[in-house]
């Protein structure tokens, strides 16, 4: 398998996180429409103190030929409590076993919320602390922990303590090269924070791991306007950028595969896609579509 595909429910975790109106079943069954390898779980739909569960939702999926190859996970490793921090450490671990039994191989891991009284210099080190304490955990259960270049978690307060480009590569600089540490590289999300998507792969590109596929579009204004505004607190949005079908935004996926290709990546992408529960299943199924079509076009079916 050269770059094999993923979907993630990103248009339901809503409904399967809060209103819980969609099972993780409904969800796996649902999926079957999608020409899709895998599926990425969230933790926060995940049964998580249950690995008799874990494993009957792992059967479930490998009994239609597909697997469970990434967990999105969100870490927040910039509490300014030490007691806290290790907290998030032992939760961290959870996802990490969870994803483990469930048969994946990359577990999400994030830097945390931006709090506005913790000191840039402080953040980047207690990040760095937390996720070097990881690795030894992480290669013990055989999973990758992927740093993403996150906008924020959608049930957070805070955007992400390192959403922008130079925060976010001086932290990964500061973990040394291990095959359990790696970059789940999102364009999108690059967008939201202001940067190049291409200049950020471009440094970062040897230490990819896995990918999220996605895209926006500008409604009611452009990239100039999106620097000068301030995202909206709560979500880390702002409001003139939509999320759209993978292939008919910004995002310039011919020179994304590009990039990837000459840098030996033939990892997993995730297709976060979706925004509207009305219409994510069409969506998801036309940025399959899409992608496939891409990788076929670049030598990695």
Not at 121 to 138: K, N, S, T, Y
């Amino acid at each position: 398998m050269g770059m094999p595909l993923a979907a993630f429910p990103k248009c339901f975790l809503d409904a399967l996180c809060v209103q819980r109106t969609m099972t993780v079943e409904e969800w796996i069954d649902l999926a079957l429409q999608f020409d899709v390898d895998g599926l990425e779980f969230y933790w926060g739909f995940l049964p998580q103190e249950s690995p008799k569960e874990w494993e009957r939702l792992r059967k479930k999926v490998e009994s239609q030929g597909r697997s469970i190859p990434m967990m999105c996970y969100s870490s927040d490793f910039t509490k300014p409590s030490p007691a806290d921090r290790k907290q998030e450490i032992e939760q961290q671990k959870k996802a990490i076993r969870a994803t483990s039994q469930l048969g994946g191989k990359y577990c999400r891991v994030l830097s945390g919320q931006r709090r506005p009284n913790v000191p840039r210099d402080h953040g980047l080190r207690w990040v760095q602390e937390c996720i070097l304490e990881l690795l030894p955990f992480a290669e013990a259960n055989n999973v990758v922990l992927i740093i993403e270049n996150h906008y924020k978690d959608g049930y957070w307060q805070h955007p992400e303590f390192a959403q922008k480009m130079d925060d976010f590569l001086e932290l990964i600089a500061g973990i040394p090269d291990s095959k359990w540490f790696g970059v789940n590289y999102d364009p999108s999300n690059a967008i939201i924070a202001g940067d190049d998507p291409i200049e950020l792969l471009e440094a970062v590109k040897s230490r990819v791991r896995t990918m999220h596929a996605s895209d926006r579009y500008f409604e009611g204004g452009n990239l100039d306007d999106l620097r000068r505004i301030d995202a909206q607190p709560q979500t880390g949005y702002a409001t003139i950028l939509k999320h759209g079908v993978i292939g008919e935004g910004l995002n310039n996926y011919g020179r994304i595969f590009s990039i990837l290709k000459g840098a030996g990546f033939n990892g997993w992408v995730s297709i976060e896609d979706g925004p509207d529960p009305a219409t994510g299943v069409r969506d998801i199924a036309e940025s399959a579509r899409f992608l496939r079509s891409k990788m076929k076009e670049f030598g990695l079916p």
